[in-house]
């Protein structure tokens, strides 16, 4: 079954730091993946998303994210945090049909 | 270009009163998703809908019912609410595409039943 996978609950960086979000999937093709961020109080907003291609994908926010067919892995990159990235953020699955799979989230605290 | 709208934001209801959500676009989309957001769970998918007049069940189907009338419009009812249908509803739309397109999102609503 297709599944996605956020190991990290939370975490928590300082303000400059570099950022890296985890995400594995299960699937038997190459899907579609997304990373969706939600800010308090607010529906979720695409950062990016990867089809074919480029392995490195670059989204808005100075969001970055690499597809690694051998790991099956999509993780979520930024070189230096900002308070305003303090959010929620998903990794997603789309497999084809009419169905993207999320996963549980990642909740992302900056510390001043 | 208001995208996605939810109402309401917030309800508090009985055990067994009824109630719907009301999601509307204004992007002309084609599907129109409804989820449900609970801690450490993600987005589950309760019912979505390929165009005007068409509905099919998602991951959590049961004890909700929808209607697409109006292709900008997606109406999820809950008939007999239970406290295990607290949870944060989000409405979501894309164009008529696989699951590779991009999905939009409503700011959600709030529902507490007691």
């Known amino acids: 079954a297709q599944s996605v996978t956020q190991p990290d609950i939370h975490i928590t960086v300082s303000e400059g730091a570099s950022l890296e979000l985890r995400c594995n999937y299960s699937?038997?093709?190459?899907?579609?993946l997304f990373w969706y961020v939600q800010s308090p109080g607010q529906g979720l907003q695409l950062l990016l998303k990867?089809?074919?291609?480029?392995?490195l994908v670059q989204g808005i926010k100075g969001f970055e994210a690499e597809f690694k067919r051998s790991q099956s892995s999509f993780n979520l990159r930024k070189p230096s945090v900002h308070w305003s990235d303090a959010a929620e953020y998903f990794c997603?699955?789309?497999?084809?049909?009419?169905?993207?799979?999320f996963g549980a989230g990642t909740r992302l605290f900056v510390k001043a | 270009n208001a995208g996605v709208t939810q109402t309401p934001k917030f309800r508090v209801l009985k055990t067994g009163q009824s109630m719907t959500l009301l999601c509307a676009q204004d992007m002309n989309h084609e599907y129109m998703y409804w989820y449900r957001q609970d801690p450490g769970m993600g987005l589950r998918l309760i019912h979505y809908s390929v165009g005007e007049g068409t509905t099919a069940k998602g991951e959590v189907p049961d004890g909700y019912n929808v209607s697409r009338l109006k292709k900008q419009n997606f109406l999820l009812g809950l008939e007999s609410a239970a406290p295990s249908q607290t949870s944060v509803y989000f409405c979501?739309?894309?164009?008529?595409?696989?699951?590779?397109?991009?999905?939009?999102f409503g700011p959600g609503t709030r529902l507490l039943v007691l």
């Open positions: 979501a739309s894309s164009y008529p595409r696989t699951s590779g397109e991009t999905q939009y």
């Open positions: 699937y038997g093709a190459t899907p579609y």
């Open positions: 990867y089809f074919s291609g480029d392995t």
């Open positions: 997603a699955v789309g497999t084809g049909g009419f169905k993207t799979i």
